[in-house]
């Protein structure tokens, strides 16, 4: 099927043409980049949520129970569920699916595993445009569920607009949710499994920890400049955002029990608030600018990637060159910098700085 | 360009179709699936052959293995392959039943549109090497 074919079939609503352009976003197919730049003009209007946290804190359970919430109430629902791949083979067993017994045999609720494919990066761009495709297809929630550990993790998470992170009860003292990162995506706080033992202690915990932030400027989803800081140094997303506006946004603590649905009410009422405020508060509009630029950077990083390898093909293999280190001949730094001296003079011919990414995080918008 | 390289891998569908609690195989199966580099998505047990047939459109799969040990396959295989056929999917899926089917129903089976059954004793490394071979291009 030809690329227009398929858009038009995506557009008409036919699940198979959704799962195949997934397909193609994800196999970097030829041509995919056209199809998926077509589906901006018809999407934005999703609301999408992020759901993470460590594995068995019950997220795959509680989307079903969210998309079975939703589905009820006459709204349509994606759902991508990422699991991680071996570093070893590059194989994956995605076991998400497993959960999601509420929606079977309908259509309307499309759930989509996805696993970590390529090189950092990769995953989160492959995620942006899975959204993109379930958004333009029409879907009015989706959800986005991944395990939360690590930089690469929590910038797919960031695709969201809301980011519920999960907190299983007895799952270690607070510290262990800061080490992660994890207090400052949270716009939601998701204590599953609330009645087991140390529920209460578990919710005590994080609430002291919120109100800790609170009093310090430091409150989870709010400005975090500390940790903000941190996470600036390797990729600064939604920095802008962060800095110009005070958040107005307290991070609520919701308690499950996503086997028998107890709290999905107030979960879902919880992540209409968020939405409400982002909207009211024009963060909204900020969030999104700031998504967008993300994309421009991950997807020019990506190419300058593609670009550098196809050179180290010309150069001959990198286990030629590597060969040549080990015998003592050369050594990586000069073979990088030999590599990269004729395209940093290119690019300074382009007179385009501001497009050049080094690194430190510049601004790409024009100034 | 190199970032437009293809990244395709081999998606399989790992199914246990209706009433058989026994998974130690398709347990096995994923493993092995992912240990070849392939991404396996797995069912879980007790699964309608309806919510196969969405697992299989939804996920794109290229390769679906059904694993059956109930004797029930004549009743739910068909049933899965016609619902394949229903959203356009049955030309490229390559479909496989693994588990306990008897000498005479392979045919038949066969016949519909199963492209190899893999009986108890099957060296993992052959249904590895039958799905390199033969699973279809996207």
């Not at chain 1, 609430?207 to 800790?212: A, P, S």
């Not at chain 2, 990244?7 to 096995?28: N, P, T, Y």
Request: net charge negative; hydrophobic share 40%.
């Amino acid at each position: 099927m030809s690329n227009e074919d398929l858009l038009e079939a995506l557009l008409a609503g036919e699940h198979r043409a959704l799962a195949r352009v997934i397909s193609k976003i994800e196999d970097r197919s030829p041509g995919h980049r056209e199809l998926v730049s077509k589906l901006y003009a018809h999407s934005g209007e999703a609301d999408v949520i992020g759901i993470t946290g460590s594995p068995g804190a019950g997220k795959s359970t509680l989307v079903d129970k969210l998309a079975e919430t939703y589905h009820e109430r006459g709204q349509t629902v994606g759902i991508i569920a990422i699991d991680p791949s071996s570093p070893f083979s590059g194989g994956a067993v995605l076991g998400d699916r497993i959960r999601m017994v509420s929606t079977v045999g309908d259509m309307d609720v499309f759930v989509r595993s996805m696993s970590a494919r390529g090189t950092l990066g990769g995953l989160s761009t492959a995620t942006a445009d899975a959204v993109k495709a379930m958004d333009a297809f029409g879907k009015d929630k989706i959800i986005v569920e991944t395990v939360g550990a690590g930089q690469n993790e929590i910038d797919v998470v960031r695709t969201a607009n809301t980011v519920a992170v999960l907190v299983p009860p007895s799952s270690g003292d607070v510290i262990q949710t800061l080490k992660a990162g994890i207090l400052e995506i949270a716009d939601v706080f998701v204590v599953n499994k609330a009645d087991c033992p140390g529920a209460d202690r578990t919710v005590q915990e994080l609430r002291e920890m919120l109100q800790l932030g609170e009093d310090a400027g430091l409150g989870g989803g709010g400005s975090n400049r500390h940790s903000q800081a941190v996470i600036d140094a390797h990729n600064d997303w939604r920095s802008e955002a962060k800095e110009e506006i005070e958040s107005g946004w307290s991070t609520p603590i919701v308690e499950t029990v996503a086997m028998d649905g107890t709290g999905i009410e107030e979960l879902i009422n919880a992540l209409a608030a968020h939405r409400e405020y982002l909207v009211n508060s024009g963060e909204r509009a900020d969030h999104v600018r700031d998504r967008y630029a993300q994309e421009i950077r991950t997807l020019l990083r990506e190419d300058v990637h593609g670009l550098l390898e196809d050179e180290l093909e010309r150069a001959g293999s990198v286990h030629d060159l590597a060969d040549a280190v080990r015998r003592g001949q050369t050594d990586p730094y000069t073979i990088t910098r030999k590599l990269l001296d004729p395209v940093e003079t290119c690019l300074e011919g382009l007179d385009s700085d501001r497009l050049v990414d080094d690194g430190s995080g510049t601004d790409f918008r024009p100034k | 360009m190199s970032s437009e390289q293809n990244q395709e891998s081999i998606r399989c569908l790992v199914a246990k179709a209706g009433l058989d609690g026994h998974d130690r195989g398709a347990h096995v199966i994923a493993r092995a699936f992912r240990d070849a580099g392939f991404e396996v998505i797995y069912s879980g047990l007790h699964k309608a052959p309806e919510e196969i047939v969405q697992a299989a459109v939804q996920e794109d799969v290229n390769v679906l293995g059904i694993s059956i040990l109930s004797g029930a396959h004549s009743t739910l295989v068909p049933k899965i392959l016609n619902g394949l056929e229903e959203y356009g999917a049955a030309a490229d899926t390559l479909v496989l039943v693994g588990g306990v089917i008897p000498e005479e129903d392979r045919e038949e089976l066969e016949a519909q549109g199963v492209a190899n059954i893999f009986g108890p004793g099957t060296a993992v490394e052959e249904t590895i090497e039958f799905v390199r071979e033969n699973a279809p291009e996207r």
